[in-house]
Each structure stands twice: as structure tokens, then as C-alpha cells.
């Protein structure tokens, strides 16, 4: 019987070996998904005049992001930037650099808004086909991102600090 025990003991060590040896092989190699449309972006303080953001998203080829620095007053927010449109481009990339409105300057700790919003600004229709004119194809409740706003109208919304 210890016998019995101790090949079977040897054998299943030998699969759980070969499974995690297999699936460390596949790691670098394998392709990972997203379950619905994100955005992800950074943002640095390069001086209290321009500040620099790079951002990444799965959003179709030319999707318009919105971009704006802002900080918290109250239970809204007070904007330190104009709007700055950044587009997705064929490798999920957008960025670009923002400077305050005029009479304000940036600090550090302010936070960099990345929104995407099919109403606004207007969208290339090849990129309203995928996500749906009023972004109902930009996923459900379980996307943290996604926003709604009235008139069943749905965006996607990401932030980050500016260090």
C-alpha cells in the first residue's frame, strides 16, 4: 500500500510539473484580453506651465479622447485646463502635452481626466460602428470606466495624478 501511495505521490508531482512547466511557456507568448473597452493613462508635471500625459486603450484606431487637468473643489471639480483631444492611434497609443488657462498654474497632485465620449467631440463613424453611437457596445456594469449620462448615452472615464 505505501508503495501504491508513494508512485501515485510521483506520478501526480510529475503532471502538476509539467502543467506549470507548460503554462510558464505559454506566458510571455499568450495574448491577453480585455472583457470590455478601457483606458488607461499618465500624467507628469513637467513644469507648473505644461503638463505631459501617455495614455493606452483598446478603443477602436482614431477614438477621440478628451483630456483636461483638474482638482477637487467641494463635490465637483475646478478645471485647470481647456479640453485637448488626443486620438488612439493603430497601436492603442494617444498622448500629448497641456497647458493651464490663462491666470492659473499647475501643481503638483493635480489630477489628469481622460474621458471618451462618442457625443463628444465628434467621432469618425468607422469608430461609432464598434462602440455604438450612444456607446451602448462599451460594456455593461461590470466596466468600471464606463459612465452614463442622461438619455441612455454611455462613456468611459479614467484618471491619474499628476506627479
Do not use: C
Not at 7 to 26: D, H, K, R, W, Y
Not at 59 to 85: C, K, N, Q
Not at 130 to 137: A, D, L, Q, R
Amino acid at each position: 500500500m505505501r508503495l501504491i501511495l508513494m508512485s501515485f505521490g510521483l506520478v501526480f508531482t510529475g503532471v502538476l510539473s509539467t502543467g506549470f512547466f507548460l503554462l510558464a511557456q505559454e506566458g510571455p507568448n499568450r495574448s491577453l484580453t480585455a472583457p470590455t473597452y478601457y483606458i488607461s493613462v499618465e500624467s507628469r508635471l513637467e513644469n507648473e506651465t505644461l503638463v505631459r500625459f501617455h495614455g493606452l486603450s483598446n478603443l477602436p484606431a482614431g477614438s477621440v479622447i478628451t483630456i483636461t487637468v483638474r482638482d477637487f473643489h467641494g463635490e465637483g471639480w475646478d478645471f485647470y485646463s481647456d479640453e485637448m483631444h488626443s486620438s488612439v492611434n493603430d497601436k492603442g497609443q494617444f498622448d500629448g502635452k497641456l497647458a493651464p488657462q490663462q491666470g492659473k498654474t499647475f501643481r503638483r497632485n493635480f489630477i489628469l481626466v481622460a474621458d471618451f465620449m462618442p457625443y463628444h467631440p465628434d467621432q469618425p463613424s468607422s469608430v461609432l460602428k464598434i462602440v455604438g453611437k450612444k456607446g451602448e457596445f462599451l460594456g455593461g456594469p461590470e466596466n468600471p470606466q464606463r459612465f452614463q449620462v442622461s438619455g441612455w448615452m454611455y462613456g468611459l472615464e479614467a484618471i491619474a495624478r499628476t506627479l
